[in-house]
């Protein structure tokens, strides 16, 4: 299994080999190590560095827009240039926090689109309640995002699904799908084509059920994968094996 987003380099997580070394050992193969600003960027592409296991995303987190500046798309530029580096993010949108004004969050994600574009990468997005402003901006940029979009926790509505489909957009699910409330993740995953579906964890938030209220670790992508084989009344190693496919056509890894 692949957990194509987690955050290794957060300050949750006390010992990063142990917690790889503990995701290998239960069938996790390869993580993506995703980031949200300049300095764990760069902490993401040193931990990929030092495992073999683990590739790493740069970028700048909508809620992070703050620490744009113009000398911000020279330094991911830079850090892109390592091998291990498999995508530009998580990128996006956040109305829910709204922590930087909109429009610098645009200005920041169409930068950021723009770099990927130059760098033939493709990009991890996060949106959170802009589904509007996001559906806009992909529309307008999609040209731009030829190598690939992977829309991360997705839980859009079911016809912005259809249309990012359309488009030859991804999107990965995690531990949500596993909540008693998750109505629309269950929906968007019986209407997600199964070639565009990846696993994640979000490590170290969002934990599964049974294990909600700790820190969640790439390991627990196990939790999610058997839930979506159960809604999607296939084996847990169909799951395994079409998601793990997927996330190798999609990252790329050995580019
Ligand atoms: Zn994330």
Redesign the pocket.
């Known amino acids: 299994m692949i957990d194509t987003?987690?955050?290794l380099q957060d300050e949750m997580i006390k010992d990063y080999k142990k917690t790889i070394t503990d995701a290998n050992d239960a069938g996790v193969s390869k993580i993506v190590c995703?980031s949200?600003n300049l300095e764990n960027s760069k902490r993401a592409v040193d931990i990929a560095n030092e495992i073999a296991c683990v590739y790493a995303t740069v970028g700048i987190?909508p809620e992070d827009a703050n620490s744009y500046n113009s000398d911000s798309i020279m330094q991911l530029k830079q850090l892109a240039k390592n091998k291990k580096v498999v995508a530009i993010g998580?990128i996006g949108l956040d109305y829910y926090h709204e922590f930087a004004s909109r429009d610098l969050q645009k200005e920041v994600f169409i930068k950021q689109i723009e770099l990927a574009n130059d760098l033939k990468l493709p990009v991890?997005l996060?949106t959170r309640d802009a589904s509007g402003d996001m559906i806009e901006i992909l529309r307008k940029y999609k040209n731009k995002l030829s190598c690939g979009v992977c829309i991360?926790?997705f839980n859009m509505s079911l016809e912005i699904l259809k249309e990012i489909l359309n488009y030859g957009f991804y999107i990965s699910i995690g531990g949500i799908v596993t909540f008693s409330n998750a109505k629309n993740v269950i929906e968007i995953v019986k209407n997600c084509d199964i070639n565009r579906l990846m696993l994640?964890t979000?490590t170290p938030?969002l934990s599964p059920v049974p294990l909600r209220g700790t820190i969640n670790e790439p390991k627990n992508v196990v939790f999610s994968a058997k839930r979506i084989a159960e809604i999607l009344n296939i084996s847990l190693n169909e799951i395994d094996e079409i998601t793990t496919k997927n996330a190798n056509r999609f990252f790329n890894f050995n580019r």
Do not use: F, L, N
């Open positions: 987003h987690a955050h995703a949200s987190h998580e991890v996060h991360h926790c994640e979000d938030y």
